[in-house]
């Protein structure tokens, strides 16, 4: 059967890389007693596909993964069996069967949202501004490993939310298709903010329908 | 002091700075986390090298879950932070903290360093640094926490005796009750209180109560209690019956060194090599049974979901029941995803069936120690395998499918020469010849070469190190030989690093100054490549007036009093030194589960082994009945 299963990923479990998290779910899925289908030959791979690799330091509540089964389980006993089994940071949040012959999780992502908090006092009035002039502007270059490229496109949504405590903080909506990917501390830095002065999570990925 | 959150914010900073960032933050499953408040003693345990190697070590993990286990107490781990990290560390002025918590080392109450190998001392003092602790016991008070070391290099403790305020001498799975008993009971005391209290328990070792005194060649006079309470020699302690192995392993979240359950089938060992400090100081032979060791080792990796079991022992041929073990293993976890090590197989064709029954993947290689080629050395260090056997069972090896073998050897045994590493070139060469035979140009040998240091405790101890100069010819020797066929893999030591080593494990109370000031001039990491060694440790020896080869290069004389002589393993020094009388006119001892040689342990532990007769330990059962004390104590104060 194949499983499609939405968690979250906070606290420590932050600094787990794409690939360690990968190794991370095949020992949970063990541990659970949930027989993963392998793929054949001389280094067997668990069928086990991540929709789109967060970055490191970014916490989650809306991470997607699809995995084949060797046998059939009911939903529910698969997110009772998962609870016992996963490290505190990461929850499973929902689980549901999948159509075996739907296109890859991958493929099928179009964007990623995330909510940006400030860890450090910011003016708030001088921020507007700034993500207005952003959203204003025709293009964003910016360089990257050496190669330019146009921000601006990226952002599919990007705005100030201030509370009533007067507290400031982000919420943005960037590109993640493949070749595509918009980068929350790319535009961060666009907006003069250091990366390591917030903490950045991701809300929801978005899918083709 | 920063609270945990304080901590937590400013790695927030500089975490995404680091390599493996993961490190630094823990949070891994079967990581124990208890409320803080309720636990009136809390203990950091701390390995003192990166994450990567220390989170798997087993000695940690026994005493992390003996603490646990206690309503009173807790305890939480702590590692060396990477170069880059420290730096990082020290820049923010973020003090060394614990994963489960956050809470810097300096609000526990006991800090505990497992000292496995001497290369990990100046990481024990840098960390201390980190941590924002004195590193020297004499600079601490009642606001900082005890610093307890155990471990096998504790086997000499002395080297350490100015950093570390108490140590445990041997098996820890019940000295660590003992001390954190202490520490709830004298709370609030005056130091020197509690470390008084802890000197009385059996097995611990509180440096600052006793003296060493010096001879005018350099040598140690004595070393003896200036208290009259704290006892003049400090026996290891042992457990009577191995407890039952941890189950719960901690999963890291990253990729470490080693991902696997361990299971210890067997502590101790018969055999009696003469270089084996582990052989010498683990005594007596203690066997799980094989049902306490799969369902343990299936209990693990339910919890874990490792791919990998190791069953741990130092000679796993001599587990009396290794075939019902093996089946037993393969049975329980057959159609599983999982590899088995067996590691320290006798070198005969029986351990190749073994590791068949495993079915063990053949792309690992298959590894034996012979340790020494030539006959004269075999007998020498008392591990006698013939040629043959080597050759019969490497053959074995390479025609039932295995490419690789690695075969251990050391050079620098006593008295050794040239043709004895020779030896070990024609050995290799043959190995591989024989091998191609059987399986074609496809075999490969990997011969790893690493260099002998004499150690405390041991037959050897009174042997000096083999010079530099013969190292490097001994291996240039190996290399020019070796390194022609592209089908043989030479690995080696680089001299300095056994010279390191040497220093360390074989030095008295003077050497404290001389690890201080290496650590000054900047040395950690000495086990690392990256480690600053001789730039910063012989300038240390020159600031203190000490010469490194009066360490490492000068045979002990017959009578000499070593720095270590009031700390035991409970192996007589008398048994020791016969031994290596033994060695230097080439006599062989076997095994001693064939026949007792008294090498010791059954006086000292006699009454452990009256109350635990039978097959459980491999010593011979003591008959006579305990001796009764008849005499009439008179009461004090009467």
Same mark, same amino acid.
């Given at each position: 059967?194949?499983?499609?299963?939405?968690?979250?990923?906070?606290?420590?479990?932050?600094?787990?890389?794409?690939?360690?998290?990968?190794?991370?779910?095949?020992?949970?899925?063990?541990?659970?007693?949930?027989?993963?289908?392998?793929?054949?030959?001389?280094?067997?791979?668990?069928?086990?596909?991540?929709?789109?690799?967060?970055?490191?330091?970014?916490?989650?509540?809306?991470?997607?993964?699809?995995?084949?089964?060797?046998?059939?389980?009911?939903?529910?006993?698969?997110?009772?069996?998962?609870?016992?089994?996963?490290?505190?940071?990461?929850?499973?949040?929902?689980?549901?069967?999948?159509?075996?012959?739907?296109?890859?999780?991958?493929?099928?992502?179009?964007?990623?949202?995330?909510?940006?908090?400030?860890?450090?006092?910011?003016?708030?009035?001088?921020?507007?501004?700034?993500?207005?002039?952003?959203?204003?502007?025709?293009?964003?270059?910016?360089?990257?490993?050496?190669?330019?490229?146009?921000?601006?496109?990226?952002?599919?949504?990007?705005?100030?939310?201030?509370?009533?405590?007067?507290?400031?903080?982000?919420?943005?909506?960037?590109?993640?298709?493949?070749?595509?990917?918009?980068?929350?501390?790319?535009?961060?830095?666009?907006?003069?903010?250091?990366?390591?002065?917030?903490?950045?999570?991701?809300?929801?990925?978005?899918?083709?329908? | 002091?920063?609270?945990?959150?304080?901590?937590?914010?400013?790695?927030?900073?500089?975490?995404?700075? =680091?390599?493996?960032?993961?490190?630094?933050?823990?949070?891994?499953?079967?990581?124990?986390?208890?409320?803080?408040? &309720?636990?009136?003693?809390?203990?950091?345990?701390?390995?003192?090298?990166?994450?990567?190697?220390?989170?798997?070590?087993?000695?940690?993990?026994?005493?992390?879950?003996?603490?646990?286990?206690?309503?009173?107490?807790?305890?939480?781990?702590?590692?060396?932070?990477?170069?880059?990290?420290?730096?990082?560390?020290?820049?923010?002025?973020?003090?060394?903290?614990?994963?489960?918590?956050?809470?810097?080392?300096?609000?526990?109450?006991?800090?505990?360093?497992?000292?496995?190998?001497?290369?990990?001392?100046?990481?024990?003092?840098?960390?201390?640094?980190?941590? #924002?602790?004195?590193?020297?016991?004499? +600079?601490?008070?009642?606001?900082?926490?005890?610093?307890?070391?155990?471990?096998?290099?504790?086997?000499?403790?002395?080297?350490?005796?100015?950093?570390?305020?108490?140590?445990?001498?041997?098996?820890?799975?019940?000295?660590?009750?003992?001390?954190?008993?202490?520490?709830?009971?004298?709370?609030?005391?005056?130091?020197? =209180?509690?470390?008084?209290?802890?000197?009385?328990?059996?097995?611990?070792?509180?440096?600052?109560?006793?003296?060493?005194?010096?001879?005018?060649?350099?040598?140690?006079?004595?070393?003896?209690?200036?208290?009259?309470?704290?006892?003049?020699?400090?026996?290891?302690?042992?457990?009577?019956?191995? *407890?039952?192995?941890?189950?719960?392993?901690?999963?890291?979240?990253?990729?470490?060194?080693?991902?696997? %359950?361990?299971?210890?089938?067997?502590?101790?060992?018969?055999?009696?090599?003469?270089?084996?400090?582990?052989?010498?100081?683990?005594?007596?032979?203690?066997?799980?049974? %094989?049902?306490?060791?799969?369902?343990?080792?299936?209990?693990?990796?339910?919890?874990?979901?490792?791919?990998?079991?190791?069953?741990?022992?130092?000679?796993?041929?001599?587990?009396?029941?290794?075939?019902?073990?093996?089946?037993?293993?393969?049975?329980?976890?057959?159609?599983?995803?999982?590899?088995?090590?067996?590691?320290?197989?006798?070198?005969?064709?029986?351990? =190749?069936?073994?590791?068949?029954?495993?079915?063990?993947?053949?792309?690992?290689?298959?590894?034996?120690?012979?340790?020494?080629?030539?006959?004269?050395?075999?007998?020498?260090?008392? &591990?006698?395998?013939? +040629?043959?056997?080597?050759?019969?069972?490497?053959?074995?090896?390479?025609?039932? #499918?295995?490419?690789?073998?690695?075969?251990?050897?050391?050079?620098?045994?006593?008295?050794?020469?040239?043709?004895?590493?020779?030896?070990?070139?024609?050995?290799?060469?043959?190995?591989?010849?024989?091998?191609?035979?059987?399986?074609?140009?496809?075999?490969?040998?990997?011969?790893?070469?690493?260099?002998?240091?004499?150690?405390?405790?041991?037959?050897?101890?009174?042997?000096?190190?083999?010079?530099?100069?013969?190292?490097?010819?001994?291996?240039?020797?190996?290399?020019?030989?070796?390194?022609?066929?592209?089908?043989?893999?030479?690995?080696?030591? &680089?001299?300095?690093?056994?010279?390191?080593?040497?220093?360390?494990?074989?030095?008295?109370?003077?050497?404290?100054?001389?690890?201080?000031?290496?650590?000054?001039?900047?040395?950690?990491?000495?086990?690392?490549?990256?480690?600053?060694?001789?730039?910063?440790?012989? *300038?240390?020896?020159?600031?203190?007036?000490?010469?490194?080869?009066?360490?490492?290069?000068?045979?002990?004389?017959?009578?000499?009093?070593?720095?270590?002589?009031?700390?035991?393993?409970?192996?007589?020094?008398?048994?020791?030194?016969? +031994?290596?009388?033994?060695?230097?006119?080439?006599?062989?001892?076997?095994?001693?589960?064939?026949?007792?040689?008294?090498?010791?342990?059954?006086?000292?532990?006699?009454?452990?082994?009256?109350?635990?007769? #039978?097959?459980?330990?491999?010593? *011979?059962?003591? &008959?006579?009945?305990?001796?009764?004390? +008849?005499?009439?104590?008179?009461?004090?104060?009467?």
């Amino acid at each position: 059967m194949r499983v499609r299963i939405t968690f979250s990923k906070q606290g420590a479990l932050r600094y787990t890389g794409h690939l360690d998290l990968h190794r991370l779910w095949e020992r949970a899925l063990r541990r659970a007693d949930l027989p993963i289908s392998y793929s054949q030959g001389f280094h067997p791979q668990p069928k086990i596909s991540l929709a789109a690799a967060l970055p490191l330091g970014f916490a989650s509540r809306a991470e997607v993964l699809d995995v084949r089964l060797n046998e059939d389980f009911p939903v529910e006993d698969i997110s009772s069996r998962l609870k016992e089994s996963l490290p505190p940071d990461i929850q499973v949040l929902g689980v549901e069967s999948v159509d075996e012959r739907a296109p890859a999780l991958q493929t099928q992502v179009l964007s990623a949202a995330y909510e940006v908090y400030l860890t450090e006092p910011i003016d708030g009035a001088e921020l507007t501004r700034k993500v207005e002039a952003l959203m204003m502007s025709e293009s964003v270059i910016r360089e990257r490993r050496g190669k330019t490229y146009d921000l601006r496109p990226l952002i599919e949504m990007l705005s100030v939310v201030t509370e009533a405590s007067g507290k400031v903080w982000l919420r943005m909506t960037l590109a993640a298709r493949d070749g595509a990917t918009g980068r929350p501390e790319e535009v961060l830095n666009a907006l003069d903010i250091l990366p390591e002065y917030t903490r950045v999570e991701r809300t929801r990925l978005i899918f083709q329908k | 002091m920063l609270t945990p959150e304080q901590v937590e914010l400013k790695l927030d900073r500089i975490l995404l700075k =680091v390599q493996k960032p993961g490190r630094y933050v823990g949070g891994e499953l079967n990581s124990i986390r208890k409320d803080w408040d &309720k636990a009136q003693t809390k203990v950091a345990l701390v390995f003192p090298d990166i994450y990567d190697i220390g989170v798997s070590n087993v000695g940690l993990k026994i005493l992390y879950d003996q603490i646990n286990q206690r309503d009173d107490a807790l305890a939480e781990r702590a590692y060396a932070p990477w170069l880059d990290m420290e730096e990082l560390m020290r820049e923010h002025g973020i003090p060394l903290y614990t994963l489960e918590s956050k809470h810097p080392l300096a609000c526990f109450d006991i800090i505990g360093f497992t000292l496995p190998y001497e290369t990990l001392y100046t990481n024990a003092l840098n960390i201390l640094n980190l941590a #924002g602790i004195p590193v020297r016991s004499a +600079d601490r008070d009642e606001s900082h926490p005890i610093i307890i070391a155990g471990g096998h290099s504790t086997t000499n403790p002395e080297p350490m005796h100015a950093f570390i305020d108490a140590f445990t001498i041997g098996e820890g799975e019940e000295v660590i009750h003992d001390v954190v008993n202490v520490i709830q009971k004298t709370k609030g005391a005056k130091r020197e =209180v509690t470390l008084r209290e802890l000197a009385k328990i059996s097995g611990v070792y509180v440096p600052s109560f006793y003296a060493t005194t010096y001879m005018d060649d350099g040598t140690v006079a004595v070393t003896e209690p200036i208290l009259p309470d704290v006892p003049k020699t400090v026996n290891k302690r042992i457990v009577a019956k191995l *407890p039952p192995p941890p189950t719960k392993f901690i999963v890291p979240n990253i990729e470490v060194i080693h991902n696997r %359950v361990s299971v210890e089938i067997m502590r101790g060992c018969t055999r009696g090599c003469r270089f084996c400090q582990a052989g010498m100081i683990t005594r007596p032979v203690r066997e799980r049974t %094989v049902q306490e060791v799969v369902d343990a080792a299936d209990a693990a990796v339910r919890a874990s979901g490792f791919e990998e079991l190791a069953l741990m022992s130092l000679s796993s041929s001599d587990y009396t029941y290794i075939n019902d073990l093996v089946d037993a293993i393969s049975k329980r976890f057959e159609g599983r995803k999982l590899t088995v090590n067996l590691p320290s197989l006798r070198i005969e064709s029986v351990s =190749v069936d073994l590791m068949e029954k495993l079915k063990q993947h053949r792309s690992g290689g298959f590894t034996l120690a012979p340790e020494a080629a030539s006959e004269r050395m075999r007998r020498i260090i008392n &591990k006698f395998i013939p +040629d043959e056997d080597i050759i019969n069972t490497t053959r074995e090896i390479y025609s039932r #499918g295995w490419t690789t073998v690695k075969l251990y050897f050391m050079i620098g045994h006593p008295s050794e020469t040239l043709e004895d590493v020779q030896a070990i070139v024609d050995l290799c060469k043959r190995v591989i010849e024989e091998g191609r035979k059987v399986a074609g140009w496809k075999v490969k040998l990997h011969a790893g070469v690493s260099t002998f240091v004499p150690k405390p405790q041991t037959p050897f101890q009174w042997v000096a190190c083999d010079t530099r100069e013969n190292i490097l010819e001994k291996q240039a020797l190996l290399k020019r030989q070796l390194l022609k066929d592209k089908s043989i893999k030479l690995s080696w030591t &680089k001299p300095e690093d056994s010279l390191l080593e040497a220093w360390l494990s074989r030095g008295d109370r003077r050497m404290a100054d001389v690890i201080y000031s290496a650590w000054k001039n900047g040395a950690k990491f000495d086990a690392w490549d990256e480690g600053k060694k001789s730039e910063a440790w012989l *300038p240390a020896f020159e600031e203190h007036g000490l010469d490194p080869a009066f360490y490492t290069h000068r045979q002990r004389r017959t009578d000499e009093v070593f720095p270590w002589e009031h700390i035991t393993a409970a192996v007589r020094k008398n048994f020791l030194f016969q +031994d290596f009388r033994m060695s230097l006119e080439g006599q062989i001892r076997v095994d001693c589960r064939l026949n007792c040689f008294a090498c010791g342990i059954l006086p000292t532990f006699a009454n452990l082994r009256r109350e635990n007769p #039978g097959e459980g330990w491999k010593c *011979p059962d003591v &008959k006579t009945p305990a001796r009764k004390i +008849d005499i009439e104590l008179p009461v004090v104060g009467d």
